[in-house]
């Protein structure tokens, strides 16, 4: 069994790779970084480590890589042979890899019309349909119909803190032991695959947006406030007795919008974040502010971890959502040189104003109740600011 996985990265080394090869597939990962793609063919192995007491080790074999920009057309031959593609390359990335995607897809309609399977692995709603939508704009009209009957875009959530990698050996990762990967199983063609770890439901749209909306609404706590608070690391700023307030706060009111859109269980519900905030305390883990803060413009988006459950909390309890709007305020206040996005967005708040920048990231209307219960909160941010 042949698995294209594009991004050898965090998620792609540290998660999918490893239960693929747990499930006996052979994973071709293609990257845009030559030197990773050179180690996955020099050494055709690497260690998963998991953060705990005991650091088990898994060592992934069966793995080799493709460097796209090079060798794109080996990319078109593995897709046309593929029994699954998968991708772990950040939401803004989908679009920029649809249309090799596109060429392999097209290229097996007329050499291998056999059904696959393409998922996105990112922290989005939707992210395999919005894959889908960029890889038709790549393929001709006519073979729309064929491509529909053979190509499933099933969607999937998946969780597993990786961290940035500060090993000796470039392709080791250390990983925490918790993972989930839940897939959309209505949307497959052909045979559903058997992965190890992956929770097959009907309807994926409650449990991508319990884990973004507690997970990733969680971990953006400690990163914006704690940023503000000028903490380097999740860890130090978890130890912190205002952002846990405002962690515990915010996953309050986040929470409430989930159990009664969808719901669940409140019992089972409030374990479920009891063991996130554990997941962010992890000391075997020292995982950067910077890289859970990174891309805040898509962080502030509509759809996103942020804006989406506050909407929610605002339309169903008819309460400010008080303590994520502190959490908006500080993601808007958010600087770094490093991070395009972060440098994006304080150029706009330069030019247009706090208020006129949210309205236009993050979609509100200038109108929208929420827009002055964020703003309240910009006043009352600085009070988290250190020294
Ligand atoms: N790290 C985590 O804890 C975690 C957990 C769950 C989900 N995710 C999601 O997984 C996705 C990847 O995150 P990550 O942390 O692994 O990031 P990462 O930066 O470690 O990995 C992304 C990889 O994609 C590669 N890439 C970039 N452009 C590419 C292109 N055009 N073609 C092929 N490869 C390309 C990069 O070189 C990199 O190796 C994101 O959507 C993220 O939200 C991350
Ligand atoms: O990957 P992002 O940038 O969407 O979000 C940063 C972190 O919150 C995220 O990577 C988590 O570690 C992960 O989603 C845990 O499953």
């Known amino acids: 069994m042949l698995a294209v996985h594009f991004g050898a990265g965090n998620i792609g080394r540290g998660f999918i790779g490893a239960l693929l090869y747990q499930s006996s597939f052979h994973t071709l990962f293609v990257d845009v970084n030559g030197k990773v793609i050179d180690e996955i063919n020099r050494k055709q192995k690497y260690d998963v480590v998991l953060a705990d007491e005991k650091k088990e080790v898994l060592t992934v074999r ?40 596109a060429r392999g897809l097209q290229e097996r309609l007329h050499k291998n019309p056999k059904p696959i399977n393409v998922i996105a692995c990112e922290n989005m709603v939707g992210g395999s349909d919005i894959l889908k939508e960029h890889v038709y704009k790549h393929i001709a009209e006519k073979d729309h119909g064929e491509l529909n009957s053979l190509v499933g875009f099933p969607n999937a959530a998946v969780d597993r803190i990786v961290p940035n990698q500060m090993n000796h050996d470039r392709l080791e990762v250390l990983v925490e032991p918790y993972f989930e990967w839940v897939v959309e199983k209505t949307a497959f063609k052909g045979k559903i695959p ?68 969808y719901g669940f269980n409140r019992a089972v519900h409030q374990e479920y974040v009891s063991k996130i905030i554990n997941r962010f305390k992890n000391p075997h883990i020292s995982d950067d502010v910077a890289r859970v803060s990174r891309g805040p413009i898509r962080k502030l988006g509509p759809n996103d971890r942020l804006i989406q459950p506050a909407k929610m909390y605002w339309e169903i309890t008819g309460k400010s959502p008080i303590m994520l709007a502190k959490v908006i305020a500080a993601a808007l ?45 910009m006043e009352n941010i600085n009070a988290y600011t250190r020294g």
């Open 62 to 101: 069966n793995i080799s890589g493709i460097n796209s920009m090079i060798d794109s057309e080996k990319v078109v031959q593995a897709i046309v042979n593929a029994d699954l593609i998968t991708t772990a390359v950040g939401p803004n990335v989908l679009e920029l890899i649809s249309e090799l995607v």
């Open 194 to 261: 058997e992965i190890t770890g992956i929770t097959y439901v009907d309807d994926l749209k409650p449990y991508i947006e319990r884990k973004l909306f507690t997970v990733n609404t969680g971990h953006a706590v400690p990163a914006y406030i704690g940023h503000l608070m000028g903490y380097h690391t999740i860890y130090e700023a978890m130890q912190d007795r205002s952002v846990l307030e405002i962690l515990e706060g915010a996953l309050g009111e986040s929470g409430e919008a989930i159990i009664q859109t």
């Open 333 to 377: 206040m958010y600087s770094h040189e490093m991070d395009r996005e972060a440098v994006e967005l304080q150029q706009l708040i330069e030019k247009q104003g706090y208020r006129h920048a949210l309205e236009r990231i993050s979609g509100l209307k200038s109108d929208h109740a929420l827009v002055p219960i964020i703003m309240k909160e």
